[in-house]
């Protein structure tokens, strides 16, 4: 402190307990920040900062990755606005999942990804219509699954679709939900790019549909409470852990009817966490009984989930899927850019699920946010009463 030349940091995060799954960190540490990007990760560096965040008591994780999202605002009536459903909760960067197709894109690209500074990227629905409106099945025509079209914008977009999406429930594909896969598989394969399916009220069990999907492929909603998820009875079905063996995904994907803690419970208690933690945020969930990504991941915690692991899900494993990693995404890392999210635990609040079942337990809050160095003006949960 006494030497005259010392080295000063715009801003140090100090005396929180820095939890970053990517390098394993779990330790008391204080993070310095220059600029947009981490420069010091260690203890003790609040003395050579021009600027001091007490962080004590509280922990501090990457600036989190939403990995399946709907926020077509303005277009979808399923679109919630991205940066208040999300960085202003503590998420950096967020896939949208099918809410736009072909058709819909370039409105997708100009209303959402270009309005942000937020990483937002996508999972192209394989109909060009997109999920505009939820009452209306967006393959009850077939015809609208138009591989050239997708191809195309998927070839003309790469730093935008990272993935296609297919909704396989009754409502959405009809009886037609198997040609409409292979459809699916097909362009998949020819763009070299991952196919995110959405399960739950499938018209064939579970198994069915995975005999389908490529290593890299996701499985949305994979503790849904709807016919034809991942129990039988008490336990994971083997051909669901023989999917994940050969490296397809399960996506959490909690959303407005997608979240059972009955199920949830169970698959946690057999040590089936989901390899994506997400929130399925939409217009129809953002205040309640989603919220946000946070709530998503207290609610796995109080269910038994071990933190570091949910938060690995909401951080460094969506930033792979998406091929966000390469940019800094998910990780706190000296040299990279400084996402950072500061939590805290609060107060046992009441928080429900998807099928009408609710628990008690504390929740996590997004206290202090940083994006690219900057502060977040963070808002209030929406849940209201949970301070
Ligand atoms: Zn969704």
Partial sequence: MSETSQTTYDLVLAGGTVVD??????????????????AAIGPDLRGRAAKVVDCTGSTVLPGLVEG???????????????????????????????TAGASTFAAFRKL????????????????????IDFR???????????VEDALETALANPDVVRGFKIRLSDDVVGDQWEPLLKKS???????????????????????????????????AHCYTGKPHGILDGDTVLPEVLAARERGVLF??????????????RRAIAEGFLPDVLSSDTSARNWRGPVFDLLTSVS????????????????TVAPAAMLGLDTEGYGRLEVGGPAHVTVVTETDEVVLPDAAGNSITAPRLEPV????????????PWRGGTGA
Avoid at 29 to 37: F, I, K, N, P, R
Avoid at 69 to 98: C, M
Wanted: glycine share 8%; aromatic share 4%.
């Fill in 136 to 146: 209306f099945g967006e393959l009850l025509n077939p015809g609208t699954l138009v």
């Fill in 68 to 98: 399946h999202t709907h926020i077509f605002q303005h277009v979808s009536k399923v679109g919630a606005p991205a940066e208040e459903a999300h960085l202003r909760r503590g998420v950096v960067a967020a896939a949208d999942a099918g």
């Fill in 185 to 219: 598989i097909d362009l998949a394969e020819q763009a070299r790019l991952p196919l995110m399916v959405h399960i739950g009220e499938t018209e064939e069990p579970l198994p069915v549909v995975l005999g389908h999907l490529r290593p890299g492929d996701v499985v």
């Fill in 21 to 38: 799954p990517a390098s394993g960190t779990d330790a008391r540490l204080d993070v310095a920040v220059d600029g947009t990007v981490i």
């Fill in 299 to 314: 609610k796995l915690v109080a269910l038994g989930a071990p933190l570091a692991e949910c938060v690995r899900r909401a």
């Fill in 368 to 379: 202090f946010v940083l994006h690219h160095g900057a502060e977040v003006d963070v808002v």
């Fill in 112 to 131: 959402v990804v270009d309005a942000t500074d937020m990483r937002i990227v996508n999972f192209l629905n394989v109909s060009v219509l997109g999920l």
């Fill in 251 to 264: 996506d959490s994907a909690h959303g407005k009817s997608n979240l059972s803690f009955e199920v949830a």
